[in-house]
């Protein structure tokens, strides 16, 4: 950034806005780009006015207010305002005259306006004179020294791991001090764990994306899948490391598609636990705004907060209901959704960061081709075969401290087994409820009889939309991976009409 810097100065660029809420850090690589192009350096703030920092620290009389401060003439100068992005140029023609004429002045006589801000929305007036630049955050050998530096602090001799400076990726520098001090305060050294944690609570004040509780079990806590669970366990030390020498790329995602109920959700859920990072969820639906540009804003803003607590995995549920629409015309949105999509592909592709994203969807027909293509697997989800229907009936029995409900009962185990045949998961774990509210509500505990009538109550989405699973089958068969061995097997008993000619 600060050859950045050096170079719109040396170009006597009209104006320049560096969105940040580093002020102290931009403000020492503008002093050092100044220094370099032996500028005269000024600042402006709502609080102080206009202060000369170099070549001497002086106070500028009569600067508080900016549109005096905007008369304030002086050659080869970089001008810096910190607090303009607050001012109602839109309310004030006085006010956005004096800017427009400040611009217009300093490239003449060897100045630049530099304006910092969180946010930068660009004034028609003067937009096509200030170029836009994002500051960009900590790097690596940054983050060390910034851990260093506390770690002295202390007195202690603390060890600055590789783990810890992963952990910091992403924060700002004020942000990193805070979670290394915490870190401190807590463990007596720097733990990863802490600073993932302070991480989660930038997620929760941002409100645009929405922390996934992990489940400690991971991918236990999903029957059956066994080939989606080995692809994902062969990535479990992806983002380490030793992954980055040996010349790995970061995974970029899956796409999980498939009959509703079968595990999608959940898988999602878990592959962040097994992958030893955290799990945030995007809410397509809320990020569209009634207010022209909002919505696309929302979206560039979630995903560099994703970026900002990466490594992580970032889950998109039922994605095939949130882009609706994105490859139709945008009538009835006036192409809203259509450049929420383009932004969230062109953000898949050029990512650097190490987010993986899983995204579930139950109709694939509604996603385009250039969404589909930019996934490392897409994975069918069928429905359980007998074997995991076993498993998941384990799964959610141990949930309930029933696991050994159905080892010694009238009603066999493998009865229930066989009766479930077509259920999806969510089924099986509804039909166990069911029996428990039946036995609760005649004050008793629950019996493997309980949960044979509900299964026999129960009709499940295979006899209701026989036709669906079908098209899904015919559909993976050429198009995705099954996420189960025996659903490779299965995928060849899709139903196909005889014709008698």
Same mark, same amino acid.
């Not at 503008?30 to 600042?43: C, P, Q």
């Not at 805070?178 to 807590?186: F, K």
């Given at each position: 950034?600060?050859?950045?810097?050096?170079?719109?100065?040396?170009?006597?660029?009209?104006?320049?806005? !560096?969105?940040?809420?580093?002020?102290?850090?931009?403000?020492?690589?503008?002093?050092?780009?100044?220094?370099?192009?032996?500028?005269?350096?000024?600042?402006?703030?709502?609080?102080?006015?206009?202060?000369?920092?170099?070549?001497?620290?002086?106070?500028?009389?009569?600067?508080?207010?900016?549109?005096?401060?905007?008369?304030?003439?002086?050659?080869?100068?970089?001008?810096?305002?910190?607090?303009?992005?607050?001012?109602?140029?839109?309310?004030?023609?006085?006010?956005?005259?004096?800017?427009?004429?400040?611009?217009?002045?300093?490239?003449?006589?060897?100045?630049?306006?530099?304006?910092?801000? +969180?946010?930068?929305?660009?004034?028609?007036?003067?937009?096509?004179?200030?170029?836009?630049?994002?500051?960009?955050?900590?790097?690596?050998?940054?983050?060390? #020294?910034?851990?260093?530096?506390?770690?002295?602090?202390?007195?202690?001799?603390?060890?600055?791991?590789?783990?810890?400076?992963?952990?910091?990726?992403?924060?700002?520098?004020?942000?990193?001090?805070?979670?290394?001090?915490?870190?401190?305060?807590?463990?007596?050294?720097?733990?990863?764990?802490?600073?993932?944690?302070?991480?989660?609570?930038?997620?929760?004040?941002?409100?645009?994306?929405?922390?996934?509780?992990?489940?400690?079990?991971?991918?236990? /806590?999903?029957?059956?899948?066994?080939?989606?669970?080995?692809?994902?366990?062969?990535?479990?030390?992806?983002?380490?490391?030793?992954?980055?020498?040996?010349?790995?790329?970061? +995974?970029?995602?899956?796409?999980?598609?498939?009959?509703?109920?079968?595990?999608?959700?959940?898988?999602?859920?878990?592959?962040?636990?097994?992958?030893?990072? +955290?799990?945030? #969820?995007?809410?397509?639906?809320?990020?569209?705004?009634?207010?022209?540009?909002?919505?696309?804003?929302?979206? #560039?803003?979630?995903?560099?907060?994703?970026?900002?607590?990466?490594?992580?995995?970032?889950?998109?549920?039922?994605?095939?209901?949130?882009?609706?629409?994105? /490859?139709?015309?945008?009538?009835?949105?006036?192409?809203?959704?259509?450049?929420?999509?383009?932004?969230?592909?062109?953000?898949?592709?050029?990512?650097?960061?190490?987010?993986?994203?899983?995204?579930?969807?139950?109709?694939?027909? @509604?996603? +385009?081709?250039?969404?589909?293509?930019?996934?490392?697997?897409?994975?069918?989800?069928?429905?359980? @075969?007998?074997?995991?229907?076993?498993?998941?009936?384990?799964?959610?029995?141990?949930?309930?401290?029933?696991?050994?409900?159905?080892?010694?009962?009238?009603?066999?185990?493998?009865?229930?087994?066989?009766?479930?045949?077509?259920?999806?998961?969510?089924?099986?774990?509804?039909?166990?409820?069911?029996?428990?509210?039946?036995?609760?509500?005649?004050?008793?505990?629950?019996?493997?009889?309980?949960?044979?009538?509900? !299964?026999?109550?129960?009709?499940?989405?295979?006899?209701?939309?026989?036709?669906?699973?079908?098209?899904? #089958?015919?559909?993976?068969?050429?198009?995705?991976?099954?996420?189960?061995?025996?659903?490779?097997?299965?995928?060849?008993?899709?139903?196909?009409?005889? !014709?008698?000619?």
């Amino acid at each position: 950034m600060k050859q950045t810097l050096i170079n719109y100065i040396s170009a006597c660029y009209p104006g320049i806005a !560096i969105q940040t809420t580093e002020e102290q850090r931009v403000l020492s690589d503008i002093l050092e780009a100044a220094k370099v192009k032996e500028k005269s350096l000024v600042v402006w703030s709502a609080t102080e006015g206009m202060r000369q920092v170099l070549p001497n620290s002086k106070e500028i009389l009569d600067s508080e207010d900016l549109v005096s401060a905007c008369k304030v003439r002086m050659k080869d100068t970089v001008y810096v305002m910190c607090d303009i992005h607050t001012w109602p140029f839109d309310r004030d023609p006085i006010l956005t005259r004096a800017f427009k004429d400040l611009l217009s002045y300093v490239p003449f006589v060897g100045s630049t306006v530099i304006i910092l801000a +969180p946010n930068y929305s660009p004034h028609p007036t003067f937009e096509k004179m200030v170029v836009v630049l994002d500051y960009t955050l900590p790097s690596k050998e940054d983050l060390k #020294r910034i851990a260093t530096s506390i770690a002295s602090s202390t007195g202690k001799s603390l060890e600055v791991t590789d783990d810890v400076i992963r952990a910091l990726g992403g924060f700002s520098t004020t942000e990193a001090e805070n979670a290394l001090a915490l870190s401190w305060v807590e463990t007596s050294q720097f733990d990863p764990k802490v600073i993932y944690r302070e991480k989660i609570q930038t997620v929760k004040k941002s409100g645009l994306l929405e922390i996934v509780d992990p489940d400690p079990r991971g991918l236990d /806590s999903v029957g059956g899948l066994d080939v989606l669970k080995k692809w994902i366990l062969l990535r479990k030390r992806a983002f380490t490391k030793e992954a980055e020498e040996y010349g790995l790329p970061s +995974p970029k995602g899956v796409l999980l598609v498939g009959v509703p109920g079968t595990g999608k959700s959940l898988s999602a859920k878990a592959i962040g636990t097994a992958l030893g990072v +955290p799990t945030v #969820r995007l809410d397509i639906g809320a990020l569209f705004s009634s207010l022209v540009g909002e919505s696309e804003a929302k979206t #560039r803003d979630a995903l560099k907060l994703a970026e900002a607590i990466a490594p992580c995995v970032v889950w998109i549920d039922e994605v095939d209901k949130g882009l609706a629409g994105s /490859s139709g015309s945008g009538a009835n949105d006036s192409g809203v959704t259509k450049r929420v999509f383009g932004t969230i592909i062109t953000w898949m592709q050029e990512r650097k960061c190490p987010v993986f994203l899983v995204a579930t969807a139950n109709d694939v027909t @509604n996603l +385009p081709p250039e969404f589909l293509r930019r996934w490392d697997k897409i994975f069918a989800v069928d429905l359980p @075969n007998a074997s995991e229907r076993n498993a998941i009936f384990s799964i959610h029995l141990k949930k309930r401290n029933r696991e050994k409900l159905m080892e010694f009962i009238d009603v066999p185990r493998a009865s229930c087994i066989t009766e479930t045949e077509g259920f999806s998961g969510s089924e099986i774990e509804r039909v166990i409820e069911e029996a428990m509210f039946n036995a609760f509500d005649v004050g008793r505990d629950i019996t493997a009889i309980d949960i044979f009538e509900s !299964i026999q109550s129960t009709v499940p989405l295979s006899k209701t939309a026989p036709e669906k699973i079908a098209e899904i #089958r015919a559909w993976a068969r050429s198009r995705a991976t099954f996420a189960s061995t025996i659903a490779t097997e299965n995928s060849s008993k899709v139903n196909v009409r005889k !014709i008698n000619a």
